[in-house]
């Protein structure tokens, strides 16, 4: 594959400071809702755990079952831009009925919603990076990428903290909207003839022929893909619930700083994680993602570990 410059004549008007943005911007608008979700619903509105619990699962049951559907959508589109504003939209309501509304057949059909729309964006960032960077830069851009993600989360974490203790906690779901409107912006920055779509499917010009080669049926005959996918699915099921879950623990100990503690565990985890994506994406074509991969995994169950060692509010956040 040629460098991008020369594979599209419209190359020029894309700048790579619009992926940062909407790295930056997508981390933004996630993250001023999930981790904070449980912690107002169970300090604010007075919500038993078991209600959360069941609003939550639901939502992530529905998450899992679309990302694959999703996945395959984004692949097939050539609206990838749209999808994602589309997304955005969803989101920023979703958020806002939660904030207004939030009882509990409003806040699980909003829950469930955000889910569904959650699964758009994280293959059609993955596409349009496919799309408008060169293979040979896809591994450190994907590094870079993560990067912008993760100080995203670092920032709507300051910013939900600072919000959250001075005016409330119900105000972090306005700042979605907000955010929505930026990562939309963001989005059409990026002209829509520099995707290279059939780059963004995983096809070389040359093989753009054989778009239907890979049916599901190869895919699933494919045993290291299905046992990548099953060790992922496995990593998720563990990992997900542990920054909610000790979200909740610290609401409950410091109910009046309740989305300051959940501010600090992102920040912490994400201080942590920003150099690790800077470093993967510099080293993963030398190094290979195998080992990679094994070094992640191998650090949660160390992370469980810890949690269960002391109640202290700064061993739990120091540990997430």
Wanted: with cysteine.
């Amino acid at each position: 594959m040629t460098e991008f410059r020369q594979t599209n004549a419209t190359a020029k008007d894309f700048r790579p400071i619009s992926l940062d943005a909407i790295n930056f911007l997508l981390a933004d608008v996630r993250g001023a809702l999930g981790p904070y979700l449980n912690v107002f619903l169970v300090t604010r509105q007075h919500w038993s755990l078991s209600e959360v619990g069941l609003v939550t699962t639901i939502g992530g049951l529905i998450g899992l079952a679309l990302q694959t559907p999703a996945g395959a959508l984004i692949d097939a589109t050539r609206a990838k831009r749209g999808f994602i504003v589309a997304a955005l939209a969803v989101l920023a309501t979703g958020a806002t009925v939660i904030a207004l509304w939030p009882n509990f057949w409003p806040v699980l059909i909003a829950n469930s919603l955000l889910a569904v729309v959650g699964d758009i964006f994280g293959p059609a960032i993955a596409a349009l990076t496919l799309g408008l960077v060169a293979r040979k830069q896809l591994a450190r851009r994907m590094g870079r990428n993560s990067a912008f993600d993760h100080a995203g989360n670092v920032a709507i974490a300051a910013l939900a903290g600072v919000i959250g203790w001075v005016v409330s906690q119900r105000a972090v779901f306005f700042l979605v909207p907000f955010f929505s409107v930026l990562a939309t912006l963001a989005v059409l920055s990026i002209p829509a003839q520099a995707i290279d779509h059939e780059r963004a499917r995983g096809l070389d010009k040359e093989s753009a022929a054989d778009a239907e080669s890979a049916s599901w049926k190869a895919l699933l005959d494919y045993r290291p893909l299905l046992i990548f996918a099953g060790c992922a699915m496995l990593f998720h099921f563990a990992n997900a619930p542990l920054l909610p879950l000790v979200g909740q623990k610290l609401a409950v100990q410091h109910p009046t700083l309740a989305t300051a503690m959940m501010s600090s565990c992102i920040i912490a985890a994400q201080m942590i994680m920003l150099p690790i994506a800077l470093l993967v994406g510099h080293k993963a074509d030398a190094w290979g993602r195998k080992p990679l991969f094994l070094v992640g995994f191998a650090i949660l169950p160390i992370r469980a570990l810890l949690y269960t060692l002391s109640d202290d509010s700064a061993w739990l956040i120091a540990f997430n």
